[in-house]
């Protein structure tokens, strides 16, 4: 969706004709398979996890925990009627159908759950924070050593190919990738050089150094405006873009342009510890609910999230010698995408 969203400007006739600027919908057009052809995957999935000697009921559990997933998380999904995957509360009860068509005897009661704990006991939970995280407000990319600040109210979320942010409205973008450049002159040259975009002024907030100006360009939804600077640092150039539909880009042209006069280099002394987060698997030796546990075992995560980890509501209540997981370690202060 991001790759697209931002080929409605740099990208060509073929992202531009995909490209959706206000709701970031271009991921549509990789929804390949229909509703039924999901639908017939999970009941499929049912035949494959019985004859693998799990019992297919629990197949259920997964979609109560993406319905959880969906609760907590908020916003970013698409209408079920445009998705391909039936939304997981539709997949929970056709599951109940499901489970009727199954040949009997599939699956063992001997599973046991204690050796999959053992499994991911220490693994990685979440994001490696060294790819970038935010913080108060701020994207720290360690790797990389460079900062940025959020505008004010957006939402920021990292990818592998680029950070972006979006305001409540969802009618503007904010982005940094970086660019396929030897500088910072050359990558504006090569930007403002495209086919359908023009060059229509200066553009003074941009970090010192920096070389860009303000662009308007046409896409398949119509005119935008925006601004564009190049920065370098660490041998790399970097693109900060942000573009809105023509009329509104003036409204948010201060809160992007103080997000790009914001970026600059930061040390490893700065950043302080940087460690991922991992998952820790405690056995309990007294009955408590999940909410008692959270506060005797604190997480570096949300309690919501710990909820999440352990598929249960937050007044689960669990008894001597259950294993419960939780969330340890990771960058103080800084917040799961």
Same mark, same amino acid.
């Given at each position: 969706q991001i790759g697209l969203t931002l080929?409605?400007? #740099?990208?060509? !006739?073929?992202?531009?004709r995909y490209g959706d600027l206000v709701n970031l919908a271009g991921g549509l057009m990789f929804l390949k398979f229909s509703r039924d052809d999901e639908s017939q995957a999970d009941e499929l999935g049912l035949r494959y996890i019985g004859r693998?000697?799990? !019992?297919?009921?629990?197949? @259920?559990?997964?979609?109560? #925990? #993406?319905?959880?997933?969906s609760r907590v998380e908020q916003g970013g999904r698409v209408p079920q009627w445009l998705a391909t995957h039936p939304d997981p509360e539709s997949r929970l009860k056709m599951m109940q159908t499901y489970y009727a068509r199954l040949p009997s005897g599939l699956g063992s009661e001997g599973w046991r759950r204690e050796p999959l704990l053992r499994v991911i006991d220490d693994s990685i939970y979440g994001p490696d924070p060294s790819q970038g995280f935010f913080r108060n407000g701020v994207f720290y990319h360690p790797e990389l050593g460079f900062a940025v600040e959020t505008p004010r109210g957006w939402k920021g979320i990292n990818q592998r190919q680029a950070v972006v942010w979006q305001p409540r409205e969802k009618d503007a973008i904010f982005a940094l990738t970086l660019a396929n450049a030897r500088s910072a002159r050359a990558a504006a040259e090569q930007f403002f050089g495209q086919q359908g975009v023009q060059s229509v002024g200066n553009w003074p907030l941009q970090p010192?150094?920096?070389? @860009?100006g303000q662009f308007a360009a046409n896409t398949q939804q119509g005119p935008v405006a925006g601004a564009v600077t190049f920065a370098e640092a660490g041998g790399k150039v970097y693109q900060l873009l942000g573009f809105a539909p023509q009329g509104a880009f003036r409204q948010y042209a201060e809160e992007i342009g103080g997000a790009m006069r914001s970026f600059h280099r930061v040390s490893s002394r700065e950043l302080g510890r940087v460690e991922p987060w991992r998952i820790d698997v405690v056995k309990i030796d007294a009955p408590m609910t999940l909410r008692d546990f959270d506060r005797r075992y604190p997480s570096t995560v949300p309690v919501e999230r710990v909820a999440l980890l352990n598929n249960a509501e937050l007044d689960t209540r669990y008894v001597a010698g259950d294993e419960l997981k939780r969330v340890v370690g990771g960058v103080p202060g800084a917040e799961l995408e």
């Open positions: 080929g409605m400007v #740099l990208g060509g !006739p073929q992202a531009q693998s000697g799990y !019992p297919p009921q629990a197949m @259920g559990n997964v979609f109560t #925990l #993406l319905s959880r997933v010192s150094g920096a070389i @860009g």
